[in-house]
């Protein structure tokens, strides 16, 4: 009795088996197309006999799933790289929409900065047309209004980024708060007595730690109990069993245009640290459109500067010292908030040729002051203050700041957005020289040059200069000897006197008022080598209604280098190769990561993706042994049965 019973058990194990074996086929083909499934398969043993006796059938022991924890690992950093390459290339292609890569930049601002300058060469062929300078004047509303555009194109850019990387987070936590809550059923389920590894669970927690790949990206180290610890790439502990930590989205402690990500434990900014997925790409972009900003609005201040500056060198129709064409927004400076010291800092940017666009921070040290560039990080020790000069900049300290006080400076970040045309007046156009110099009836051989400005502090040795008070009146230059002058005013009163040399002439010049004028600038003209005779005399008179010397001059500034060594257009042209060049290799780097991912997840899948094949043959497989474990059962009851039989006729 006991062999036939024990025959009846070995077969209804293997049913059983066998029926098992048939749901986790069932199962597999059910989820051949669930996002994140690992193909399942049955785990048997066989049962001890009795006496060492044969086996006593089959138990499954577990339903296992076909995982390669190094393969998962290599596929949520390809999908993490990937992300963050797609959405770099994205921002990029909206940044080549900004600027006309296909043109190199004789396109867009940069046609716009021709016609600008085009429109000063007219007013100097003829200064007196009220239709040249207005075509100059809507020239310059047209440069204003194209820089406006690209700047508020840009800061849209930023904002949508901002966005991105706002969402980002808020999936993060959500993701991560799911991960804790499956880790702690899945520990709970394999822990000792369990019921085995829940592996329903554990695919949808492995589903769920790639979806947290592509916002940000993660290193996931096994923990006990079949559960995963999750640490972004610099460290943070986002998920430690049970257990989630959030991410804020934040303007950071200097309360700028662009967001950053902090550690919600304990208030650390840890963007720095961030890479891969969503949030990597979002910070690489920010990145790239920080430095369009800053280069286009560098664009706007130097031209702002330069065009200004000649403006009150010259003189209007009214004959009155030109004022500024344009306005523009000065550097930003934003305060660390967890400043303890109630200083100020102020900055503005003194040399535009000297300058590089870009954004820093400025802090105070033991030592002085620093300034670390945001993109490069390169560190520039400042001095003590309380005004130092770097990169064509000037920093002022007011007030008391503290050691370990900062400043994050932006000096041209919002300038492309701010920069306007500031007057409506065709004839507020300062065209004329601030002087012309006219020989007497009476002069010899002596000859005098064009006026051009100058500053003080670059005039030969012996050069006269009249002072500013002076400015705009009619004057006299009359020698009074072969080798002395004076410099008279409209009352013929002296008011400067100079030495001349027949063999190198002399040097005359006339300080401008201050302001509108750079402080220091003045007007000089040379006389020429010659010999004079006394009572010789030029004629200094402010430049008419014909007069296009400062004109010619501000149409000069096209070829001049304003903005760091290189002229407008050059700068520009610049830009626009460096977001062309960009957007190539934002491209190339997308296409190679999406390589790198199929290949990856050609890989997994097998490894732990349903071959429907395979499947197919297990199910006969197991239909089979099915049978065969019926058919035991059957024949085991007919032996039974017939002993009954047997039994019951003796």
Request: net charge negative; charged share 5%; proline share 4%.
């Amino acid at each position: 009795m006991s062999g036939l019973s024990q025959v009846i058990n070995s077969g209804w194990s293997g049913l059983e088996a066998a029926s098992q074996a048939l749901e986790t086929v069932s199962n597999n083909t059910a989820n051949i197309n669930t996002p994140g499934y690992n193909v399942e398969s049955v785990q048997q043993v066989e049962l001890p006999g009795v006496n060492g006796g044969p086996g006593s059938g089959t138990q499954v022991t577990s339903i296992q799933r076909a995982y390669d924890q190094f393969v998962f690992s290599q596929m949520v950093n390809a999908s993490s790289a990937s992300q963050a390459a797609q959405v770099v290339q994205n921002n990029a292609e909206n940044l080549t929409a900004v600027f006309p890569v296909t043109s190199g930049g004789s396109g867009g601002l940069g046609a716009t900065l021709t016609s600008f300058f085009s429109g000063m060469n007219g007013v100097s062929q003829d200064p007196s047309s009220m239709a040249n300078r207005q075509t100059f004047l809507s020239d310059a509303q047209a440069l204003a209004a194209n820089l406006n555009s690209i700047g508020s194109q840009l800061a849209s850019n930023l904002s949508s980024l901002n966005g991105q990387l706002s969402n980002a987070v808020t999936q993060i936590n959500t993701l991560t708060q799911q991960i804790a809550n499956l880790n702690s059923q899945i520990e709970t389920q394999s822990a000792v007595g369990g019921a085995g590894p829940p592996v329903a669970l554990m695919d949808s927690r492995d589903n769920l730690v790639q979806e947290l790949g592509q916002e940000v990206g993660i290193t996931v180290v096994a923990g006990p109990n079949n559960t995963d610890n999750i640490f972004t790439t610099g460290g943070a502990s986002l998920v430690a069993g049970g257990t989630s930590s959030n991410l804020v989205a934040t303007s950071g402690s200097y309360g700028g245009t662009s967001l950053s990500v902090v550690y919600q434990p304990t208030g650390q900014d840890i963007t720095a640290g961030l890479s891969g997925g969503t949030i990597g790409g979002v910070l690489t972009s920010q990145t790239q459109v920080i430095a369009a900003q800053n280069a286009v609005g560098a664009i706007a201040t130097a031209v702002s500067a330069a065009v200004n500056t000649q403006q009150s060198l010259g003189l209007d129709l009214d004959g009155a010292q030109g004022g500024d064409l344009f306005s523009v927004g000065g550097p930003t400076v934003l305060a660390d908030q967890s400043n303890s010291g109630s200083g100020t800092l102020t900055a503005s940017i003194t040399n535009s040729n000297a300058f590089t666009p870009g954004n820093f921070i400025v802090a105070k040290t033991a030592g002085g002051y620093e300034a670390t560039n945001i993109e490069t990080g390169q560190v520039t020790a400042l001095g003590n203050g309380p005004t130092v000069s770097f990169d064509g900049m000037t920093l002022a300290v007011s007030g008391t700041i503290n050691t370990g006080d900062s400043f994050e400076v932006e000096p041209t970040l919002t300038a492309a957005q701010t920069i306007k045309v500031v007057t409506t007046d065709p004839g507020a156009i300062a065209a004329a020289s601030p002087y012309v110099a006219t020989p007497g009836s009476n002069l010899g051989n002596v000859t005098a040059s064009a006026f051009s400005a100058a500053a003080s502090g670059s005039l030969p040795a012996g050069t006269v200069i009249v002072p500013a008070t002076q400015f705009g009146q009619n004057m006299t230059v009359k020698f009074t000897s072969a080798t002395t002058f004076n410099v008279l005013n409209a009352g013929n009163a002296v008011i400067a006197s100079g030495s001349f040399s027949a063999a190198n002439g002399a040097e005359v010049a006339i300080a401008y008022p201050s302001p509108p004028a750079p402080a220091g600038e003045v007007a000089e003209f040379t006389l020429s080598s010659g010999t004079p005779a006394a009572g010789d005399t030029f004629s200094l008179t402010p430049g008419g209604v014909n007069s296009n010397g400062n004109i010619a001059a501000m149409a000069n500034l096209a070829s001049e280098n304003l903005l760091s060594g290189q002229t407008l257009s050059s700068a520009y042209s610049t830009l626009v190769g460096q977001v062309g060049s960009a957007g190539q290799t934002a491209s190339f780097n997308a296409q190679a990561a999406s390589g790198v991912l199929s290949q990856v997840q050609s890989v997994q899948q097998s490894i732990s993706g349903v071959n429907l094949d395979q499947q197919a043959a297990d199910l006969v497989l197991y239909q089979q042994a099915y049978q065969a474990s019926a058919q035991v059962i059957a024949s085991a009851e007919t032996l039974f049965n017939n002993l009954l039989t047997a039994i019951q006729a003796a």
